[in-house]
């Protein structure tokens, strides 16, 4: 059940990284079967410090260092899973997950038809992804199509730290597998107001970041902020745009999407994985099956290339930027 805070509480104005490493603290606390486990995530509080100090805090049976193996830690994950546990597996970079993807395939989506729901595998997997920070090779991949294409396994993505600790807390909470995404852009490239006690963000439920009349665009992660500005920078030029944040990427938000499409008339979908078989193809497609009467224009996409992710060089060239989201925004309202 969702929690959402209207009446005045108290909050600290925190990095989305700091958001995550809260609300794995919030759980830990309230519940004695969670834990943690991962490759340097106890005693180095991992590589980008999401799991900083809760070790020390909660122990070395709660907070677990394991071996470089990422099917091994989603195999132990599951056997943990279904006999009471829930644990929250981090894996380093979101390029490393490819290794455990026959454990999350074969394993973790199934087990609950498998056994005609007598055993659930209530997971999460934590994998921060996303180019945009200069890391080497296989560290930066957005591969979630991947995984919204795997029947039995949530996806969400936090764009700010309140969406962040709200996720998070839910997805532990849900009795079935989620993979948890997180924008390593995103990690401390702003700070927001979020609540220091327990809340929840409804899975499956997208947000409307703005309101507008004229064109809707479309995004998720570190898309987000960036979408914005843009959105914020046309507005001057008199276009109206609204911006959706899915927040899940499965099940995704069919019904936030619609009215936003019906309402404009017009769509712009943004996701910085490569084009071919990327997320944005099955949301022109919701569109297209929800929407298509209202449409004047056709849809436009703006992604990443049908490339891996380049070296630092060519990092800021493979990313969507405000050029090219302007380029699809006049080219709907000028259609």
């Known amino acids: 059940m969702t929690t959402e805070y209207t009446e005045r509480i108290a909050t600290k104005n925190i990095t989305m990284i700091q958001a995550i490493n809260d609300g794995m603290r919030t759980v830990l606390e309230r519940d004695p079967t969670t834990l943690i486990l991962g490759e340097d995530v106890g005693k180095n509080g991992g590589v980008f410090r999401a799991t900083d100090g809760l070790q020390e805090e909660f122990g070395e049976d709660r907070v677990i260092d394991t071996p470089l193996s990422e099917s091994g830690i989603i195999g132990t994950s599951v056997g943990l899973a279904v006999n009471g546990l829930k644990p929250i597996a981090e894996i380093q970079f979101m390029g490393f997950i490819y290794p455990a993807y026959d454990q999350i395939m074969t394993h973790v989506s199934r087990i609950r038809m498998r056994t ?12 921060p992804f996303g180019a945009g920070v200069r890391a080497p090779e296989i560290h930066s991949d957005s591969a979630e199509s991947l995984f919204t294409h795997m029947p039995g396994i949530k996806v969400v993505c936090p764009a700010t730290p309140y969406d962040a600790k ?9 009795p079935d597998p989620v993979l948890y ?58 276009i109206d745009c609204e911006v959706i944040d899915l927040r899940t990427l499965y099940p995704i938000d069919e019904g936030l999407i619609a009215e936003s499409v019906q309402k404009t008339g017009r769509a712009v979908v943004i996701h910085e994985a490569p084009k071919t078989g990327g997320l944005g193809s099955d949301i022109v497609s919701i569109i297209n099956d929800t929407s298509f009467l209202y449409l004047k224009a056709p849809i436009e996409r703006v992604s990443g290339f049908d490339v891996p992710v380049p070296f630092s060089s060519l990092e800021n060239h493979y990313l969507p930027t405000p050029e090219r989201i302007n380029r699809a925004i006049e080219k709907v309202i000028d259609f």
């Open 116 to 127: 005609m729901g007598r055993y659930s595998v209530p997971l999460v997997i934590r994998a």
């Open 181 to 238: 995404m997180e924008p390593m852009h995103s990690y401390r490239s702003f700070r927001e107001e979020v609540p220091t006690d327990y809340y929840t963000v409804e899975i499956g439920k997208g947000k409307k970041r703005i309101e507008g009349n004229d064109v809707t665009l479309i995004t998720w992660g570190a898309m987000v902020p960036l979408v914005e500005k843009v959105a914020n920078q046309v507005k001057g030029r008199g």
């Open 166 to 174: 709200g996720l998070l807390i839910a997805a532990i909470e849900d």
